[in-house]
């Protein structure tokens, strides 16, 4: 059983920037892995996604060009940098990993195609 643990949440106000992070507990299993973020009452969406094989990328339309997934070092650790944060941005966010090989591009941003997440972090944005 994989174990992702996030860290890096924080409150920010509107135009700053905050890093989340994300560290694997093995890297068999997380040959996928994402980050999604959910508000009451609404579905988790996808914020990001990285092939950890080939370091291809993926990002939700609300986040392109603001945000960067990225992977850090070889223990399958990845960090999203958020940069001009907006109040829009405030949810729980959550890490997520799945072993299948891919292709990704048409399935990264379904929460259902992932077999473990992390507990969350909590991200809120003033303006």
């Known amino acids: 059983q994989v174990q992702l643990v996030e860290s890096g949440g924080g409150s920010v106000q509107a135009g700053g920037s905050l890093r989340l992070s994300c560290v694997a507990s093995?890297?068999?299993?997380?040959?996928?892995m994402a980050w999604f973020r959910q508000t009451p009452g609404k579905w988790r969406e996808g914020v990001a996604g990285i092939d950890i094989g080939d370091g291809s990328t993926y990002y939700g339309d609300t986040v392109k060009g603001r945000f960067t997934i990225s992977r850090v070092g070889y223990n399958n650790t990845i960090v999203l940098q958020m940069n001009s944060l907006k109040p829009e941005d405030t949810a729980m966010y959550y890490c997520?990993?799945?072993?299948?090989?891919?292709?990704?591009?048409?399935?990264?941003?379904?929460?259902?195609?992932?077999?473990?997440w992390g507990q969350g972090t909590e991200v809120t944005v003033s303006s």
């Open positions: 093995d890297t068999y299993g997380t040959y996928f």
């Open positions: 997520a990993a799945d072993g299948y090989r891919g292709p990704w591009a048409t399935r990264w941003a379904d929460s259902n195609k992932y077999n473990y």
